[in-house]
C-alpha cells in the first residue's frame, strides 16, 4: 500500500520547505524520524499540506478552506483530539494531535485514508520541534 501512496504523490510534485511562506500561517509543522516534513498551512485562502524531505518533496496539496476541515476535542473525555482533514480525490490526509490527559501520552502526525481505509500513519518523532496550532483554527467540522 506504501508504494500507491509514494507514486501518487510524486505525481502531484510541489515545492516542500521547513516553514510555510510567508503570507501564510502555520498550523502544523513536525519532522518525522525518517528527517520527513509534515506541515499544514494557512494563508486565508486555501489550507495547503506538505509531505516529504525540504528540497526534495513526495507531496503537496493545496485546497480551498471550505474544503478542509477539523475535528475539534469537545472538553469531555481523557484523549484530548484535534485534527486537520485535508482531502484529495478519494485520499483525505489527517494531520493530527492527540494527549491522553491521565497516561500524559501524546502524538501527532498525519493518517492516510483512501475510501474509508487507513492506509498509513506517519508519526512525529518527538525529539524533534513541533508547531501545532490545531486546536481553535476555524474550519468547518469533520462529517
Sequence with gaps: MKKIIVLIAMSLGGYVSAACPSSSTTIFSCTTSNNKIIQVCDDKKSISYTFGRTNQPELS???PRNRASTYQWSGFGRNMNYTVNIPNG???YRVFSNIDKFDEYSGAGVEVEQNGNL???VKCDESKPLINNIEGINLKPTE
Design 61 to 63: 496539496i493545496s485546497v
Design 90 to 92: 478519494s485520499t483525505t
Design 119 to 121: 492506509l498509513a500513519t
